[in-house]
């Protein structure tokens, strides 16, 4: 197999107090992923999981007293992790794109598109202004931006939200990255313009063999354009394999509690919602052993002791000493189904 182009082994992040008097806060727990040239990989889980995080340490960019405490970062093979800021920030934005949940933040309200695209074009690429405007153009056209080299002069209010999605799009893609980061991107669309947008990234891998990590709460999504996906659970990835056998067949108990808790649309109507009991932990508070054993069904004293390593278990991997192997389809849902019980 090549090598892939984002590997990540055993990441742990923390983030310092400025009180001397507080031990330093662990966020990420022991992280490891591959993602491979042309692929997606979608990260799902809770608010608070550590999905984001996950990427902002791949991009250089925690804030805030974070730093990473253990583990590494390789992209196309070189260690990243250890990189000075000056040698990182070359990696970012030329050779690892991100696309951020909000178009708005992401876009200088002062300056024109084209401004915007130009700056971030003649930066990662030796071009004259004009060849940089044209290759503007010709990125704002790729993402399906109408009237592209017209467009080039307007600013980011006069566009909607959809295409201000598009314009950070163009402006990730511009230093034509092997990475590309993205934090729910779809987040703040409208549904009619959801698959649009997700249709993008999909046709900027297959074109391209960009490798795309995205972060995202809605297994819809997941469903509809991933090829693996990753489950986090309090800092670390407890389940991680093809999207057709996580989603149709769950191992870990929180995938499980996670697919029960979307409704199908063909399932008998229930009085209630199901849900999964509890709350995930703080991170100055997550249990020793499984840090999912407060709320699991399935959990026994093994689970309370020691930290439960990824164990294969049918084509994925498992970070749970008693996975589930007899799958029933009350608890799983498929590509067509999670895409019909997205909002």
Not at 89 to 98: D, K, T, Y
Not at 149 to 167: K, T
Not at 263 to 278: H, K, S, T, V
Not at 299 to 311: D, F, K, M, V, W
């Amino acid at each position: 197999m090549s090598q892939p182009v984002l590997e990540v082994r055993d990441l742990k992040v923390e983030f310092v107090s400025p009180r001397a008097d507080r031990p330093p806060l662990q966020t990420l727990r022991g992280v490891s992923l591959d993602i491979a040239a042309g692929e997606i990989l979608g990260l799902v889980g809770e608010s608070g999981a550590g999905k984001s995080l996950t990427g902002a340490a791949v991009l250089g960019l925690l804030a805030g007293g974070g730093r990473i405490s253990g583990g590494e970062i390789r992209f196309s093979g070189q260690r990243i992790d250890r990189l000075p800021e000056a040698e990182i920030r070359v990696l970012r934005g030329s050779r690892i794109g991100a696309v951020f949940q909000d178009p708005m933040t992401a876009l200088d309200p002062l300056m024109t598109v084209g401004e915007q695209l130009v700056e971030t074009i003649r930066t990662h690429r030796r071009l004259s202004r004009r060849q940089a405007r044209d290759h503007a153009a010709s990125l704002l056209d790729s993402v399906g931006v109408p009237a592209a080299a017209r467009r080039l002069s307007q600013y980011p209010h006069q566009f909607s939200g959809g295409m201000r999605q598009r314009v950070v799009l163009a402006l990730a893609m511009a230093g034509e990255p092997d990475l590309l980061i993205a934090d729910e991107p779809t987040t703040a669309l409208d549904v009619s313009v959801q698959a649009q947008v997700l249709a993008l990234f999909r046709e900027l891998c297959d074109a391209r063999g960009t490798a795309v990590m995205l972060v995202t709460h809605d297994m819809g999504v997941v469903a509809e354009i991933c090829d693996r996906v990753g489950v986090m659970y309090a800092g670390r990835i407890v389940e991680i394999g093809s999207v057709d056998d996580v989603l149709e067949r769950p191992a870990h108990p929180y995938t499980e509690g996670l697919l029960r808790s979307i409704p199908a649309l063909d399932a008998p109507r229930e009085p209630r919602l199901w849900q999964i009991p509890g709350a995930m932990p703080r991170p100055a508070a997550v249990p020793e052993g499984c840090a999912y054993h407060p709320r699991c069904p399935r959990a026994q004293e093994i689970c309370r002791r020691g930290n439960t390593p990824l164990l294969g278990v049918s084509m994925r991997d498992v970070a749970c000493h008693f996975p589930n192997r007899s799958w029933s389809s009350t608890v799983s849902i498929g590509r067509s189904s999670a895409a019909e019980a997205r909002p």
